[in-house]
């Protein structure tokens, strides 16, 4: 079956950096546009970022452009999610996605497969 399983995740100050990792397994990972996730507590599950299945585009919502990049690496099977300058509204429980292939999509209603979440919680 399809597993996305998240690493990376903790506490991190303000201003600081952190990386996530989702390692990919029982999918044609290169064939699938992947992306992140967040969801806060009490808050709806928002867009963060999108690589395409190459890599060769991103996209990035407003609020974290800038300071966040993501790549992938297909011989690994794996997407990443470099959070630089890191805020405290940047905390929330980080989501892996797979998207749905064929689509350029950005929303949580085209994502195929899900990873289990991993928390970041920045201090100030």
């Known amino acids: 079956q399809v597993q996305l399983v998240e690493s990376g995740g903790g506490l991190v100050q303000a201003g600081g950096s952190l990386r996530l990792s989702c390692a990919a397994s029982g999918l044609t990972f290169s064939t699938y546009p992947m992306g992140w996730f967040r969801q806060a507590p009490g808050k709806e599950r928002e867009f963060v970022a999108r690589?395409?299945?190459?890599?060769?585009?991103?996209y990035f919502a407003d609020s974290v452009k800038g300071r966040f990049t993501i790549s992938r690496d297909n011989a690994k099977n794996t997407v990443y999610l470099q959070m630089n300058s890191v805020k405290p509204e940047d905390t929330a429980v980080y989501y892996c996605?797979?998207?749905?292939?064929?689509?350029?999509?950005?929303?949580?209603?085209?994502?195929?497969?899900w990873g289990q979440g991993t928390q970041v919680t920045v201090s100030a």
């Open positions: 996605a797979a998207f749905m292939r064929g689509w350029v999509s950005y929303t949580a209603d085209r994502v195929d497969y």
């Open positions: 690589i395409s299945t190459l890599g060769v585009s991103t």
